[in-house]
């Protein structure tokens, strides 16, 4: 009852809209929400909280570090490409280490909620890796799911939903960790956070192992394990013009990572409050990025990967532009309304393009592994520098500048990307996952 009537409601809306609402999609959009969710506890949430505990900046900033688990998450990806789980694991790979992964994000997230930041400053870094170890875990098998779960065809939607999701889930669990915090204190506000981590249990329980999915050659004794944990990185360097993909996706994000991580600062330094900077978040940024993903899909189908993904790129360069003149501005609602929706809707472009070129980018065989490496490339530049350097730049060269820096710094991407579609290299890096249906 519940499909005839979805598609019915699939036929009668626009061609372009059609393909949102397909179940592996949808699917995409829940998985994407659980992903966002933790990302958020040590992101800008985290941030804001330690700033209203008198915490300095470069103290804050510091925790910019705990994001690194997410950058070396390939580390360990090759386990959940091939080790079963006893007992759950009869209940399909994919699945097993879901509903694990959901388990362990939501008990770090607890436990980042119960640690005081004036106490004991430490415990709250413990929590905050712990978080962070979780977290990234929970994306590695999320990311696999998605992949494997969509035909190459759904690839700009399912990629399009999951950024929708990623961002419906970072903006909701941060503007609800805000609005609880206010009244309740952060302690009860990060513990109602972790239920964040549900949505994608729950898709694994409806949907099931995902039809693509490959079980790799089991490795029998000491030598063949070792091999297969380096298979999925040897795979793609053979692959032509590997390093040169590898390298556009190590920069072509560092300016946007740069700008992102340290809004919430900015906001704070700015005197917004709480209830505005979840209202903005939510309220303007959620429309933009509605109206970005949907654009981007419209970008994808008509003008193809390349094109799309090139567009993007620079859309997302320029939205650092537009922190740079609010805070020049100052104190201003409308400015605050006008810098998040240009970066939300600019964002929502880049996730339906760019996320769909890294999941084609995959080999079905490896997909934990490779889109493991590929996203953790895609930011380790610009979280390093954030958690080192960044703190102690904003103070010396002020924020105007310092957005105007990352608007320059994301440029050599744009051209990288621009150069791999003139060299034929766009097309040649694609992996199985974008090529092959169920088979």
């Known amino acids: 009852m519940t499909t005839r009537w979805l598609s019915r409601l699939r036929e009668s809306l626009p061609q372009g809209v059609r393909p949102y609402l397909e179940a592996a999609p949808l699917a995409a959009l829940f998985l994407g929400i659980s992903s966002g969710f933790a990302f958020a506890m040590i992101g800008a949430t985290l941030t804001t909280r330690l700033a209203q505990h008198g915490i300095s900046k470069s103290a804050v900033t510091a925790f910019a570090l705990t994001f690194l ?9 090759p386990i959940i490409d091939n080790v079963r789980l006893p007992i759950i694991g009869r209940m399909g790979q994919r699945r097993s280490w879901l509903w694990v992964a ?14 005081d930041p004036q106490g004991a400053l430490y415990l709250v870094a413990l929590a905050a890796i712990t978080v962070g170890v979780a977290g990234a875990t929970f994306d590695i098998i999320i990311d696999a799911y998605r992949i494997e779960l969509l035909e190459p065809r759904q690839l700009g939607a399912g990629s399009g939903m999951s950024q929708y999701g990623w961002r419906i889930g970072a903006a909701a669990a941060g503007a609800l960790a805000l609005v609880l915090a206010a009244r309740i204190g952060w302690t009860a506000a990060y513990v109602a956070c972790a239920a964040f981590a549900l949505p994608a249990m729950a898709v694994g329980l409806v949907m099931g192992e995902p039809p693509r999915h490959r079980e790799p050659a089991r490795p029998h004794g000491v030598m063949q394990a070792v091999a297969a944990y380096f298979s999925p990185l040897l795979e793609f360097v ?4 590997a390093l040169v993909v590898l390298l556009f996706v190590l920069i072509h994000k560092i300016g946007d990572t740069l700008a992102n991580l340290t809004l919430r600062l900015l906001f704070q330094d ?28 419209i970008l994808y189908a008509r ?10 790129l ?19 609602n409308l400015g605050m309304a006008a810098a998040i929706g240009f970066e939300n809707f600019a964002s929502g472009i ?28 895609a930011s380790i530049a610009g979280r390093v520098l954030t958690g080192t350097t960044v703190g102690a730049l904003i103070e010396r060269i002020g924020y105007v500048n310092f957005y105007i820096l990352t608007t320059v710094i994301a440029l050599p991407g744009v051209v990288l990307f621009w150069y791999m579609i003139r060299s034929g290299l766009a097309d040649l890096s694609i992996g199985s996952a974008g090529k092959e249906g169920r088979d």
């Open 314 to 332: 620079v859309l997302m360069a320029v939205s650092n532009f537009s922190f740079a003149a609010l805070a020049a501005a100052g104190h201003t």
């Open 303 to 312: 003008l193809g990967m390349k094109l799309s993904v090139l567009i993007s």
């Open 102 to 115: 959901g388990v362990l994000v939501m008990a770090a997230v607890a436990f980042l909620g119960f640690a």
């Open 350 to 377: 880049g996730g339906v393009t760019v996320v769909a070129y890294l999941s084609a980018l995959c080999n079905l065989r490896f997909t934990a592994s490779q889109y493991a490496l590929l996203s953790a490339l």
């Open 238 to 241: 053979r692959r032509q013009g």
């Open 270 to 297: 700015l005197g917004f409050t709480n209830d505005e900077v979840a209202f903005y978040d939510v309220g303007v940024g959620f429309i933009a990025l509605l109206v970005g993903v949907f654009v981007g899909g």
């Open 69 to 77: 688990a997410y950058n070396f998450k390939f580390l360990w990806a």
